[in-house]
């Protein structure tokens, strides 16, 4: 079977499984009730299990078309980011990259091995609080960093920050009155679209599904304080799963400014083009797991 005829099979999939109703979702994807039926066949086939059931000339997803969607979703998305040059791997880690007008966005997923020898020492204060914390984020082995963190939830509408430190660099950069005017805003809406927002979406799911933290590098304009203009900002990001006192999911994010960024596609103009950014003032004499590492190498 051709690889095109395969991407419009799963594409009628995930259609009709979003609007349940036939004539909705030939016209959607512009195509006809008999070619939406042979695909939706032919994919069920392939797979060996039924996807949908039609009840009163209503389909409703089987529970095995429930626990195919997340994942069919994935691949039309990922195929068609990809398919425009906004998505890839760099040594089997993520790399994402758009442009809309004068605004850009780069982001590539770094080995967590680097925040062992990066200069930050609030980047590796935080990566030792979190591990020492389990997961929750209100445990007091994070109190010293929690004021320069950014908490999200996740929701109906997507990933959305309830949460943000008075110490936090998005604090820092747009003041308290505007970071408190985007709580609750979902990560989603981007300038690049939707459909890229929940590719930025996508890091935060693997940090809940694996439980384990993650760095990306980010380079991309944003406006200014008070300015018309934007400016080219650069930094870390360490993304780090939680729960809520209730157990609900959370993820924690800790952005610190760098000069040494490794996005791989930027050229040396790029690299220059950078706005100076004021980094977090953290007081190296509040870095309680970074003085016991450096006192007791071996873990004592």
């Given at each position: 079977?051709?690889?095109?005829?395969?991407?419009e099979?799963?594409?009628?999939?995930?259609?009709?499984?979003?609007?349940?109703?036939?004539?909705?979702?030939?016209?959607?994807?512009?195509?006809?009730?008999?070619?939406?039926?042979?695909?939706v066949?032919?994919?069920?086939?392939?797979?060996?299990?039924?996807?949908?059931?039609?009840?009163?000339r209503?389909y409703?997803?089987?529970?095995?078309g429930?626990?195919?969607?997340?994942?069919?979703?994935?691949?039309?998305l990922?195929?068609?980011?990809?398919a425009?040059?906004?998505?890839?791997?760099f040594?089997?880690?993520?790399?994402?990259?758009a442009?809309?007008?004068?605004?850009?966005?780069?982001?590539?997923?770094?080995?967590?091995?680097?925040v062992?020898?990066d200069?930050?020492?609030?980047?590796?204060?935080?990566?030792?609080?979190w591990?020492?914390c389990?997961h929750?984020?209100?445990?007091?082995?994070l109190?010293?960093?929690?004021?320069?963190?950014?908490?999200?939830?996740?929701t109906?509408?997507?990933?959305?920050?309830?949460?943000?430190?008075?110490?936090?660099?998005?604090?820092s950069?747009?003041?308290?009155d505007?970071?408190?005017?985007?709580?609750?805003?979902?990560?989603?809406?981007?300038?690049?679209g939707?459909?890229?927002?929940?590719?930025?979406?996508?890091?935060?799911?693997?940090?809940?599904?694996?439980?384990?933290?993650?760095?990306?590098?980010?380079?991309?304009?944003?406006?200014?304080?008070?300015?018309?203009?934007?400016?080219?900002?650069?930094?870390?990001?360490l993304?780090?799963p939680?729960?809520f006192?209730?157990?609900?999911?959370?993820v924690?994010?800790?952005?610190?400014?760098?000069?040494?960024?490794?996005i791989?596609?930027?050229?040396g103009?790029q690299?220059?083009?950078?706005?100076?950014?004021?980094?977090?003032?953290?007081?190296?004499?509040?870095?309680?797991?970074?003085?016991?590492?450096?006192?007791?190498p071996?873990?004592?």
């Amino acid at each position: 079977m051709n690889q095109p005829l395969m991407f419009e099979m799963i594409r009628s999939f995930t259609t009709l499984a979003h609007t349940l109703n036939l004539s909705h979702a030939v016209a959607e994807l512009n195509s006809t009730r008999q070619t939406v039926r042979r695909h939706v066949a032919q994919l069920e086939v392939l797979r060996g299990e039924p996807l949908f059931e039609v009840r009163d000339r209503r389909y409703e997803l089987t529970a095995a078309g429930e626990a195919a969607l997340p994942e069919a979703q994935e691949l039309v998305l990922r195929a068609r980011a990809w398919a425009q040059g906004q998505t890839g791997s760099f040594g089997a880690l993520q790399y994402l990259k758009a442009r809309r007008g004068d605004w850009f966005f780069y982001q590539q997923q770094q080995p967590m091995g680097g925040v062992w020898s990066d200069e930050s020492i609030l980047l590796r204060e935080t990566y030792r609080a979190w591990m020492m914390c389990s997961h929750e984020i209100e445990n007091p082995c994070l109190a010293h960093v929690r004021p320069y963190l950014m908490v999200y939830r996740h929701t109906d509408a997507g990933w959305i920050c309830v949460e943000f430190g008075m110490k936090s660099a998005y604090v820092s950069w747009f003041g308290s009155d505007y970071a408190r005017s985007s709580i609750g805003r979902p990560i989603t809406r981007m300038p690049a679209g939707e459909e890229f927002g929940r590719l930025m979406d996508q890091a935060f799911y693997d940090v809940e599904a694996t439980q384990s933290a993650r760095l990306d590098h980010v380079y991309t304009r944003m406006p200014k304080r008070q300015d018309p203009d934007q400016a080219t900002m650069v930094y870390q990001r360490l993304m780090m799963p939680g729960f809520f006192p209730d157990r609900s999911p959370a993820v924690m994010t800790l952005v610190v400014p760098t000069s040494d960024v490794n996005i791989s596609e930027l050229d040396g103009q790029q690299r220059a083009d950078t706005t100076d950014i004021v980094k977090p003032d953290f007081d190296p004499e509040n870095a309680y797991f970074e003085k016991l590492a450096r006192d007791d190498p071996a873990g004592r």
